[in-house]
């Protein structure tokens, strides 16, 4: 059985920064098939980045404030949110078990429960 847990989410002010973690159970990260996506209030799941071998593709609308990064070793995905705004209010998901386009939601299998982002103006 996999299990994917995220934590990290919280308040912040606009500006600000955030770290998420995502802790696999029962299945390694050593492939390419992760990443996080998120939803705002009365909005469709979007996405946010994917990780590949040589590194990671975000979203048009956190570019360049975004990383995504992974701990094979830990077997664990990270999300570095940086310069935070309200916009980005939204509970995010990690995401495992790709098998289409990475950046769309309904090609994975696995998902963690969620963390909530709130981004203060």
């Known amino acids: 059985q996999v299990q994917l847990v995220e934590s990290g989410g919280g308040l912040v002010q606009t500006g600000g920064s955030l770290r998420l973690s995502c802790a696999a159970s029962?299945?390694?990260?050593?492939?390419?098939?992760t990443g996080w996506f998120r939803q705002a209030p009365g909005k469709e799941r979007e996405f946010v980045a994917y990780?590949?071998?040589?590194?990671?593709i975000y979203a048009d609308s956190v570019k360049g404030r975004f990383t995504i990064s992974r701990d094979n070793g830990k077997n664990t995905q990270y999300l570095q949110m940086n310069s935070l705004k309200p916009e980005d209010t939204a509970i995010y998901y990690c995401?495992?078990?790709?098998?289409?386009?990475?950046?769309?939601?309904?090609?994975?299998?696995?998902w963690g429960q969620g963390t909530q982002v709130t981004v203060s103006s």
């Open positions: 995401a495992a078990g790709n098998d289409g386009v990475m950046s769309d939601p309904t090609r994975y299998r696995y």
């Open positions: 029962g299945r390694t990260f050593g492939s390419t098939d």
């Open positions: 990780i590949t071998w040589n590194g990671g």
